[in-house]
């Protein structure tokens, strides 16, 4: 019994030993583990190019035009078939660049010295309002070429005029002039012995000249003439206003680059064709017509 027992034990362990061996045989080698593959770079985007003046104001679809319509014959209101509107020479030239550079126009009418913060906020595009480039202003701002040019003049009511003939007839009387113009500086360099009186617009220059509130006001020529043909009892004084004429131009916003090449481009083409003078006669003649309603 013993033998047989063992002989039993025996072929059991064998059988465990080939069972073994044979599962061994059977499975699969897992497979070798490959390197990492190598991340493939992808070049860095190149960012786009930003716009550039004249393309970022196409894109916007308006043209916003910053003024002070109190200057006729440059803007001023006016009523047109029941409806006040703002008019005059600059505001045609406004449209015509608006339509030259494919934009809707948009008027914005503020005090004279609120203008250049206007533009450097974003609030206007483009200023037109009768304004010099004087060397301050252009520290701030791009202007265009010159587009048109006149003279200063010292306006008086009409029964004082024999009183001011030259500039010492000035001395200690009340002068008034526009608020942020440049007329302040020709009063502080060429009248420094009349006490400047600055108001914001030229409105409230000429009523407070027939007020009595003050004695004379510097007032460019063409705004005079029609300031007189509406308040008769004004006068245009003899008195020579000496200055470094600037002339007028159009403000844009600094570093206008291609915006600023369009606008002179036009400006050029209106000169050219006789529309700046076509826009100033029909201006002063609105502007007469306006008093006669």
């Not at 033998?3 to 465990?16: E, F």
């Not at 007839?169 to 420094?192: D, H, M, N, Y």
């Not at 600037?246 to 844009?252: D, E, F, N, P, V």
Request: one cysteine or more; proline letters at 5%; hydrophobic letters at 45%.
């Amino acid at each position: 019994m013993k033998n047989n027992g063992w002989k039993k034990i025996t072929a059991l362990a064998l059988m465990a030993v080939s069972l073994i061996a044979f599962t061994a045989c059977g499975q699969k080698a897992a497979p070798a583990q490959t390197p990492a593959e190598t991340a493939v770079e992808t070049p860095a985007q190149t960012p786009a190019e930003a716009p550039t003046p004249l393309e970022a104001l196409k894109a916007k679809g308006t043209l916003v035009l910053g003024t002070s319509a109190d200057y006729p014959p440059y803007e001023f209101h006016a009523v047109i078939n029941g409806q006040d509107e703002i008019v005059g020479f600059d505001i045609e030239i406004g449209k015509k660049i608006a339509e030259e550079l494919g934009l809707e126009l948009v008027i914005k009418d503020m005090k004279f010295d609120g203008l250049l913060a206007a533009l450097d906020q974003g609030t206007i595009d483009i200023i037109i309002a009768g304004m010099s480039p004087t060397p301050e202003r252009a520290e701030n701002v791009d202007f265009s070429n010159i587009y048109y040019e006149s003279t200063q003049t010292i306006v008086v009511k009409a029964a004082d005029k024999d009183s001011y003939v030259d500039a010492a007839s000035l001395a200690g009387k009340r002068l008034g002039v526009q608020k942020g113009a440049i007329q302040e500086t020709i009063a502080a360099e060429q009248f420094p012995d009349a006490e400047a009186v600055a108001l914001g617009k030229v409105t409230d220059l000429i009523i407070a000249l027939t007020s009595g509130r003050i004695d004379a006001a510097i007032i460019e020529l063409p705004v005079a003439k029609s300031a007189v043909k509406a308040n008769p009892e004004l006068f245009v004084s003899a008195i020579d206003v000496p200055e470094d004429s600037k002339g007028t131009a159009i403000a844009l916003k600094k570093n206008s680059g291609d915006y600023l090449d369009a606008v002179n481009a036009i400006l050029k083409k209106l000169g050219e064709e006789g529309l700046i003078e076509k826009f100033v006669a029909e201006a002063t003649e609105l502007a007469d017509q306006q008093l006669e309603q």
